[in-house]
């Protein structure tokens, strides 16, 4: 089987396909062992310039390839993908703090992208439409917007970054991707390597990677047509306001403060399992993370104590431990602010069931009972292994506690009347409900996306990719000649 680590490279990404990057170099260090990865070669206004530039002649060409090469580039880079996924696992662990397991699932969900970005290159393109002169055809028909800008976040950086690449490709696009630093090597140097041994052609992938003024080069390139940003709301109410003011086209999938309602009737086994996923997976590092958990009064303290101790059988440590359950956060800077947010819940008049402490970049898995609608665990997205609870005693007061938030991602509900959990959700104002399941959910062929401070309504996966990465032209063609 082909293998492929960082050796190949020496250790080094470089941005934009130009060695060292304008920005310098910086390293990249592991969360979990606080040892080094590799080093980042940053990539500044000129690298930008220059792999706008490349992308543009080289969409150009790409835009007018068969749809048979561009779904056979897709599925031979799944291959690559495949064939040094070993590697690919260990250095997420190593890079973003993740344990083999979500390593494992994130390198499934980027192989899962690919294939399905190669079967939208045979999904309609377009619609035959009435024109006033019956000897003449009207078309609407789909074409690439140009070059899409990829800004991907570090909490998942293989997966949230091929989630756009992918069908931007696809659709004949060519792509600048900006990974975060914390996380180039993932984010970055994969996806490159991934498209190279397909047989991409050189020009139309571009890996820039760096903090906020690289990716601040990639939104305002006079060659980007569109921006796909995946990241904290605050950011991409930044990247919106930006991208917006130069009228080009923005996809934004930003942070939650996602609801888990659990209630009086719902089987309480059930519910501590998809209450616990989501508020402790990746150590509360997704977007979709449960930030609220709203139980009713009658069954909250049995909840609490359940929950409480499938916290309590978590085991922290180094990821790449033997029995370690729960992993660092992405920095130490990122427990201290979690830690933050914590300490100011319990000042609030939350108390705390267990957790609340942290050395380094270990934050303790963390339950908070007693936590109402001011309280700063309520109002907050913690990105972190903390769940805290809020009791309610009827359904409208859940209700209104759920939709008690700017944010619109995910939520779920755990009831037995399925029917009364149906009705429930269609007044819930979130972009994804799992019934009975996790507010953790998401796959390559479902509209991915939430609504108010959560997104700008964008979905990806499946045919929605073609409303994100295309758009319309319309074409009139006589059928009669003079």
Known sequence: MARWDLDEADGRIYSGGWRGGGGGTVPVVSPGDGGLVGLAGIADEHDVERAGAAAVAAQAEWNCASYRIRADVLMRAADALR???????????????????????????????????????????????????????????????????????????????????????????????????????????????????AGLPEG???????????????????????????????????????????????????????????????????AVVG????????????????????????????????????????????????????????????AEHVHGIVEASIAGGARV???????????????????????????????????PVTRFSTEAEALALANATDHGLSAAIHSRDIGRA????????AGMIALNGQTIYDAAHIPMGGLGTSGNGGRHGGRWNLDEFTCWQWVTVPTIQD
């Open 353 to 387: 069931v267990c957790g609340a402490a942290h050395e380094g970049a270990f934050y303790q898995p963390t339950v908070l009972d007693g936590v109402t609608a001011d309280n700063a665990a309520f109002l907050s997205e913690i990105f972190g292994p903390v769940a």
């Open 204 to 270: 139309v992938l571009h890996v820039l990677p760096g903090g906020v003024g690289t990716g601040e080069a990639v939104v305002r390139s006079p060659h980007t047509a569109a921006i796909s940003f995946t990241g904290s709301s605050a950011a991409g109410r930044r990247v919106g306001a930006v991208a917006g003011g130069l009228l080009k086209r923005v996809v934004l999938e930003l942070g939650g403060n996602n609801a888990f309602i659990v209630m009086a009737d719902a089987d309480l086994d059930r």
């Open 422 to 429: 149906l009705g429930f959700a269609a007044r819930l104002r």
């Open 83 to 197: 064939d040094i996924r070993a590697d690919v696992e260990n250095l997420l662990v190593r890079e973003s703090g993740s344990l083999p397991a979500k390593a494992k699932h994130e390198v499934d969900k980027a192989i899962d992208e690919l294939v399905g970005a190669a079967g939208l290159v045979t999904m309609s393109q377009g619609d035959l439409l009435p024109v006033e002169d019956p000897a003449t055809l009207g078309l609407a028909r789909r074409i690439p917007v140009g070059v899409v800008g990829v800004i991907a976040p570090w909490n998942a950086p293989l997966m949230l970054a091929m989630r756009s690449v992918a069908p931007a490709i696809a659709l004949g696009n060519a792509v600048l991707v900006k990974p975060d630093v914390k996380t180039a090597f993932s984010g970055g140097a994969v996806i490159a390597h991934v498209f190279e041994r």
């Open 275 to 334: 209450g616990a996923g989501g508020s402790f997976r990746h150590q509360g590092q997704i977007c979709m993370a449960t930030g609220r958990h709203l139980v009713h009064e009658s069954i909250a303290d049995e909840y609490v104590e359940r929950l409480s101790a499938a916290a309590g059988e978590l085991r922290l440590g180094d990821p790449r431990a033997p029995g370690t359950t729960l992993g660092p956060l992405i920095t130490a800077g990122q």
